[in-house]
Every structure is written in C-alpha cells, then in structure tokens.
C-alpha cells in the first residue's frame, strides 16, 4: 500500500506517557536517535498512533481522530499535517526515514570502530570517575567469598541503564576478575529488529577505559555455513545497541583491555513467539548455536560467554494500560519461572514457558538466554540479584537479574 495514504510507524519506536505541567503527553524513544528531542503529542493520540499499521488510510484515521475528540469535525487537511508531522520527525515507515537511516548506515559502515554510543549520556565518559564510580560500587557490596573465577563459563548482567542496576553490574563482573579469561563472547539484544536472527560485528569496541578488540577470525569462522536468514547483512544495529556497549564498560575495567570479543546481537525470537514455532526445530539458530559452540570449543582462549539481557518490562510505557504496581508481583514470578529454568541448563523450557505465557510481561532478553543456556548447559549457577527498577513517572517497571555461571 502506498506509504503517503496508508502511513505506517516504525516498530522500534516507542511511546511513553509523561506529564508536562499538568498535561497529559506522550513522547518517543528512537533508538537510532533520528527524532527531536522533545517531540511530544497528546496522550489521547495513543489510539490514533495505534491505526497507522500500514493497513488504514487518511479517512480511516480522520474517522479515530474525530471518535479521541468527542466528535469534534477533523479535515483530512489536519490528518494529512499530522502523518506530515510524524514522518518529519522520522517515526514513519517512509522514504524520508529509509533515506535518513541509509545515511547513517554509510557513516557506520566508513567506521573503523565501533565508537561508544551512550558515554557521557548512560555512564561517564571520564575513564578516572567511571574508574571511580565502580570502584565506590564494589565498596559498598559485601565481601566477595571464597571463589574460583577460573571456573566461571558464564555470566548473566543486565543492560538496563548502568546506574539503575549499578550493584547487579559490579557484583557479577567482579566474579570473573583474575579468571584468565582471554575471550569474551558477548551476546546482547537486537532491540532495532533487522533482519536475521543474528547480527554480528567485526568492529572492535571502543570504551572510555580503552579499546575491546574483536576477534575478527572467530567472526569471520562464525558467519560460516549458515542457513539464509540466520545473520543480518549489515552490522548496523551494532551502531546504537546499548546492550553490548554496557557490557563492555564492565569487561573493560574487570578483565583489561587485552581481552578479545565476538559481539553478537540476538533477535528474532518473535518470529518464533508469533508463529508457535521451536526455535530449537529451526535449522538458523541450531546451525549458529552448533557453529559457536564449537568454534568456542576449539579456542586457545579461555572464554567468557556474556548474556546481556532484562526480564520483565510492565507498566504504561510497555503497552499494559495499567501502571506497574498492578503487575509487579505477577511478573517478578514469571521471572523466578525463567531463572530457575538458567539456573538448571533448561534452555528449551525458558523459550517455552515465554511461549506458554504470550510473554505478557515482555521480557527483554529471552533470545539471549535460550542461546547463551545452550551453550553453558547444565552447571553450578547462582543467582546474585534479583532487582526491579521503578519509573514513576511513566507508571512503568523493569525488572532484571545478574547471575554467574560455573563449570559443572
């Protein structure tokens, strides 16, 4: 259908209610950062921008813009100026946004290295007080006990924002901290969508506390064989993708910059979600998971496998139509559902209790888990924190975890 008549909003955009001065609003996160700062709309439109799937036209959204204001008579003039409006600020599916996105794609692609999106933004860009700020965390942690970081396969770490689950980051990292560990592989959220399952970067990561150099012969080994459709084509989404870049804050201070990574970002897990499919069944994600599993296998490198993920995401912000309070308790045990299925190597039975559920508490990180599950198995785990992070503004929550995985 023709884009100007039948407009379309981008499906990784997101709206979150706020109130300015009284008023009632909802403004947009953009994870490519396209759209203005400060873009706002009435809270009411939520209905509106709920229509504008591709499938209604003008008429179609003049007739749910006049039932949002009582009847109140909209030309298809003052439709026309809002889709104008939308698309202006790059939340269509349109030409001026594939245009804008191509433009940054080119930029990407000319970089050497992946340069850090959100330093001086999520966490401080000063090496010394990011230093600092981790060390002043680990402090106020209890005693670290008796361990071996030697024997740790795997770590689980939220990417939510860092000072919001600042004791969940420090306490997990610092598990691994004189373990040998010479590769870390890194499996993050593609919260962009692109295409393939997976999107992999041979871009090395640079952090204020110096650069992650990215095993490029392991990538290269890794993209090997594959089905169509299991990797992305482009390492774009790499770009803005918080949920590596959190990551490699942390290995960069615990582990040093002599570490190596592979950087993967996990995706597609609706497509499965969606059709009932087992994502176990499909010949795209076996094919990767055996490819990286043994190519793991066969590393020189002690190797650290990364899941960079959240848990449950409630509340207005996420689409529940009530705030989080109401539904807190119901997810956090849909969570302990989900980490007493890592906690034993029950890969399958993560993607399944998700798929039994409809995921109602759209947890932020399932493609993640069932990969990195597959690949550390059944082993001695323990679960550090399990913690929530409220939003009162919003009447939203996010709730995450950290977890540390040792050889069996």
Not at 51 to 62: A, F, H, V
Not at 148 to 156: A, K, Q, Y
Not at 271 to 290: I, W
Not at 336 to 341: A, E, G, N, P, S
Request: aromatic fraction near 8%; charge should be negative; include cysteine.
């Amino acid at each position: 259908m023709d884009e100007t008549t039948h407009p379309r909003l981008r499906n990784d955009i997101q709206a979150i209610p706020i109130t300015v001065e009284g008023q009632q609003l909802i403004t947009f996160t953009d994870p490519l950062r396209l759209s203005a700062t400060g873009f706002a709309m009435d809270r009411r439109a939520i209905p509106l921008l709920a229509m504008m799937d591709g499938r209604n036209d003008l008429r179609d959204i003049q007739t749910g813009l006049m039932r949002i204001t009582g009847g109140t008579v909209v030309s298809i003039a003052e439709v026309q100026a809002l889709v104008e409006q939308l698309d202006k600020a790059f939340l269509l599916e349109s030409e001026a946004f594939r245009e804008r996105k191509n433009a940054l794609m080119k930029e990407f692609a000319r970089w050497a290295r992946r340069e850090p999106a959100l330093a001086g933004r999520s966490y401080d860009a000063d090496p010394e007080r990011l230093t600092s700020f981790m060390q002043t965390v680990e402090q106020g942690l209890a005693p670290l006990p008796e361990h071996d970081p030697t024997g740790v396969t795997g770590i689980l770490a939220p990417h939510i924002d860092i000072a919001a689950a600042q004791q969940a980051y420090v306490d997990v990292y610092r598990r691994v901290t004189g373990g040998g560990h010479g590769l870390a592989v890194i499996l993050g959220i593609n919260h962009h969508g692109g295409d393939g399952l997976f999107c992999l970067s041979a871009k090395d990561y640079v952090t204020p506390l110096g650069v992650l150099e990215t095993d490029r012969e392991m990538v290269e080994e890794l993209k090997q064989d594959l089905p169509e459709g299991t990797l992305a084509e482009y390492d774009f989404d790499h770009m803005m993708e918080h949920s590596i870049e959190f990551q490699t804050v942390f290995l960069a201070h615990y582990l040093g910059t002599g570490l190596k990574i592979v950087p993967i970002l996990c995706g597609g897990i609706h497509e499965f979600l969606s059709s009932g499919a087992d994502p176990f069944e499909d010949v795209r994600f076996c094919a990767f998971r055996d490819n990286l599993r043994r190519i793991i296998g066969e590393s020189a490198l002690r190797t650290l496998l990364v899941s960079g993920v959240d848990f449950s995401h409630v509340g207005r912000k996420f689409g529940h139509g009530v705030p989080a309070e109401s539904l807190l308790e119901r997810a956090r045990a849909n969570d302990r559902v989900i980490i007493d299925h890592l906690l034993h190597g029950r890969a399958r039975d993560i993607y399944r209790h998700c798929l039994a559920t409809g995921d109602q508490f759209n947890v932020c990180g399932i493609a993640s888990m069932v990969l990195f599950s597959s690949l550390v198995g059944p082993c001695r785990a323990e679960l550090l924190h399990h913690g929530t992070y409220d939003e009162p503004a919003t009447g939203s929550a996010v709730t995450f975890a950290s977890m540390v995985f040792a050889g069996s």
